[in-house]
């Protein structure tokens, strides 16, 4: 009897440490699920990520190649890519619910702003992020549906460092305009509601970052460039028909004066 236990309590073991090794060596995959999910949850578009390298016994990881994708009706290749993502964790935090994320900081995110017949693809996504905060906020929503499993977080600072933006318009004529964002610093994330859900971080993360870059792009004047842009066009148009006008007086000109010469060269109707 007491071999038999000794037996079962090695297979046990064996389980137990084959689940945290199986855990452990498959956490980026784990993690790079998670984030997929929350942020295509809170932004009503595709989210993917190409990365994750996470370093557990020094509390640190890196993220690379997030995107998210454009809401449809738009062309441009995606809204937001965030570039490369560092996070620095608090080790004691671990075994706690809310996990403390010391620090985030997102380095050269690039943004592409298109604008449409209804608005731009950021108004969209900030529109989507707005109802899933509604959503969250009215209690209607279950842990899955906020993005998470119930464990939360808190970052105390979240950087976002060299933000790239690229204007996209039918106006343009396949043009770009680009400018940069001024650093983003948030701070204490989720700290007075007892942590935020991965869900509610996306929507907090892209709703700054969208709000920033409006106000980036309402400074580039898009109303007078297009307005400018329609003049133009229709500037060349008058141009044009004035052309074609004198043209055609020309060559009404140079046709009778042949058919004339052609008249006495015959010598007749």
Known sequence: ??????????????????????????????????????????????????KVALDIAGGKGSLGDLNVANPSGFDTDYA?????ISVSLDLDSLQSNPIVINEVIVT??????ELG??????????????NFTKEISGGASSSDEAGGDGTKVVINDLYIRGADV????????????????????????????????PGEV???VLDSLTSRVQGVVSNLNLDELRDAA?????????????????AG?????????????????????
Do not use: C, W
Request: charged share 20%; no cysteine.
């Open 80 to 84: 937001f890519n965030l570039g490369d």
């Open 202 to 204: 996306a929507a907090q």
């Open 108 to 113: 050269s995110p690039k943004v592409i702003y």
């Open 249 to 269: 007086g020309s060559a009404g000109g140079a046709l009778e004066g042949a058919t004339e010469g052609l008249k006495g060269l015959i010598g007749g109707d």
């Open 117 to 130: 017949d209804g608005g731009s693809n950021i108004d969209a996504i900030q529109r989507n992020v707005e």
């Open 1 to 50: 009897m007491v071999k038999k236990i000794g037996i079962a309590l090695v297979v046990l073991i064996v389980l137990i440490g084959g689940g945290v090794y199986y855990f452990l060596s498959n956490l980026d995959e784990f993690v790079r699920t998670a984030v997929e999910k929350a942020g295509t949850r809170a932004t009503g578009v595709e989210v993917t990520l190409g």
């Open 230 to 246: 329609t003049k133009a066009v229709e500037g060349a148009a008058g141009e044009a028909t004035k052309a074609l006008e004198g």
């Open 166 to 197: 690229r204007v996209s318009a039918p106006f343009l004529k396949g043009q770009a305009m680009g400018t940069e964002v001024p650093e983003i610093h948030l701070q204490d994330i989720g700290k007075d509601s007892g942590g935020a859900t």
